[in-house]
């Protein structure tokens, strides 16, 4: 087994800040950094108004830097060994799916929402999330940056974001909504992926040892402990990888959407129809009438909100191993009606579900590819990884990288003295 022995935030710090003093010279004054994060449940269910619940992890991108004088903005990727440099009143988009895009558009969507970048910059950042995996490398990479921008001042601290740094739980929250919501507008308007909130709001309200709930159409949002003896969050890779915006992602909500259109006349709501608003029993009761891809689709996503709070009640009442299984059914739904797992995940959750210590797991993000997430006792996670490792090999000659994880804080930058 290959168990990542993923670099401490220490270790990404002293390369970010060696990088930029062989980029830039002398020293940055302001580092930021944002979690990955693991989706535990509610999978598609955010762009379609629903409810997901998820945890920020131990994985993160670490962005150093400083303003400068001018409107020049100069970024170096470590993991690419590569530059890109633009100006802070032009932004310009780069290749799809490309990092500089990313970061690009980080500054296009906080500019625009919080009154233009006040200076250009030069920075530096690293990371541990594995790309294209499913832990949301990207909403990582978009949190730093953003933390970055404001903790220098190159994003005024207007309106709401007075609020960041506040005691008053209230200011603080909106605060880090609205970020998280310009940054989910940078990924559909610039990076041009129509993606929901979870990735965004994961990483900018993550939170040690804790399950992050958050409704999708309210934006109300919550913690769910996850315990005294919390179990391990052990993330197994399936070595296979994947990239958003390929196009079967948008192909999923427009499927989605072409249920909520067949229902746009049946049924009344304040705002917009989302598949959210349809119950259950409406869905089944015009199941003939619906396109046959749709309505599995729309089935999962109706199914899966119901996982998401069942989940969630199952946790406040410390019941570990119904939270589990209502993640392997979140799994199974994902496979039959959603249609967004792989034979190489399906076959790691066949694995996990063999491997001592194990209570749930399913594919996290958007799928196809990357990572699965395994609740897992924590006293067993090592036999666990070491079992799933075999059973996996087995199955389909393929090597997993497992990742023990637990829950960890969100977004946040300092100042260097
Ligand atoms: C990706 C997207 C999220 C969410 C998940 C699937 O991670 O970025 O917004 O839709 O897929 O739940």
Redesign the pocket.
Known sequence: MDTSKSLSTQDLLGVARETFADQFGGIPSVEAHAPGRV?LL??????NGGL?MASAINRETVVVGRPIPGRGALVHAVAFDASDTFLVDRVEQTEPGSWTRYVRGVCWALGERFGGLTSGFEAVFVGNVPLGG?L?S??SLQAAWARFLIGAGIVPRTGSLTGLDSSDPALHDQARMDIAQAL?RS?NAFVE?G??????FSAMFGAANQALTLDCLTLKHGLVPLGEHAPAIVVCDSGTSRR?ADGM?DRRVAECQRVVDFFRSRIAVEGELMLRHIPLADLQANWDALDPVGRKRARHVLTENERVSQGAEALRNGDLTRFGQLISASHASSRDDFE?SSPALDALIEAAAEAPGFLGGKL????WAGCTVNLVKAEQAADFGAALARGYHKRTGLNTVVHVCHAAEGASARQVD
């Open positions: 989706e509610g999978n598609h269910t955010d762009y997901v499913g949301s990207s909403a989910r990924e992926v993606s929901g909130l979870l990735d965004q958003l992602y967004n996290s993000g958007a799928g």
